[in-house]
């Protein structure tokens, strides 16, 4: 007897396990339908957390999950370990490196974003971002190395000058990065040292903008600078960095007005950390250049209230490569803003939408639940602003502190990671200890400057 064949299962394929393209791909579990999530690494990152690895408070496998291991019950998902070199939108196929394509029905595009030098692309060798395992193991070098420079070099200038660590940019992680660093010159490496004094080892922050951590209300901005001040991290404000280079950098300090008077100093360092900015991924660009489709000054692409890009209602762009608008009833679109809470709602959002198209369905309009920031600057610091029912929600210190420790480790993936991290913490609360301190592949920390009074 003839048999009709099984029908054919709709093929959605996901760039990016980040935020985002995890959330799309979990919110799909059941669905009858064939996913192919591909990226460029085996693990997702819990990449707010990624600093804690690059200053050896915790080990890669606490906050980094295998992508395998995370579906592997999930039936309808393929994991596939490669990387994307174009999207073709006209033949509806994704060409990977190594040559082979992939055929989609629907496609999510959740490529995230990496560092932005503001044009100056030179500079990434001499002062790495933090987007990736292997940037953290790099800044970890980096940090640890300086140290021990600094423990051989017999002149006292510059012996001072390597023990000079510089962050760029004072958001969330550059605070969170310079507070973590002056923990450890001033509590972890003390006694550990016989030529130097760990704790004499400057931390200086720098910000083009008039405050730190511009996006909280200024009263929990100025908070914070208090809580840095207080960790001995010295903080410059409207300071903009001219140029970098092996040995150090070039700052020019002002408020930017044409009155202003201008101050240029250099300050040399043999560890230069860079949190200033960043830039969609460069596959967001290729895209717009095959869809048509409009891409924002960040290289964002400019998405339809669904996620989906004009012209092309199958595929989703969505996390930090999507210039996306909150719609809420009654109210004027917001944008949204490239944090992970705002991923995982758009890969939530995304999945209903494609379920919604395969039932011939319209999209429904994306809503950004805004659930507020934290912030952590060290030890029992931290700022929180929080919105809620009852309205915003304004603290910091120890409670803050507290609030940020218990709400990170819920949102850590995995009962393991959670459980790891927590003693991890517990351990290094009440030791100051952080046993994560190694580094391989060791290569001598490039030659600073004498050290600079600036």
Known sequence: MATNPAPKRPRIVIIGCGFGGLEAARALRGATVAITLVDRTNHHLFQPLLYQVATAGLSAPAIAAPIRHLFRQQANVTTLLAQVKRIEPALRRVLLSDGSALGYDHLVVAAGSTHSYFGRDDWAPFAPGLKTLDDAFEIRRRILLAFE????????????????FVVVGAGPTGVEMAGTIAEIARHTLPGEFRNIDPASARIVLLEGGARVLQAMPEHLSQRALEQLHKLGVEVRLNARVAAIDAHGLEVQSGDGSASANTNSYRIASP???WAAGVAASPLGKQLAQ????TVDRAGRIVVQPDLSIDGHPEISVIGDLAAAQSHVPGRAPTAVPGVSPAAKQMGRCTAANILRRLNAQAGIPFRYRDYGNLATIGRNSAVVDLVSPLGPLHFSGRLAWLFWLFAHIYFLIGFRNRLVVLLDWGWAYWSFARYARVVTGITPIPPVDRQIDT
């Not at 095959?290 to 489709?293: M, T, Y």
């Open 149 to 164: 420079a600094a423990e051989r070099e017999t002149d006292p200038d510059k012996r001072a000058a390597l023990l000079n």
């Open 271 to 273: 560890c230069i950390v």
């Open 290 to 293: 095959e869809s048509g489709a």
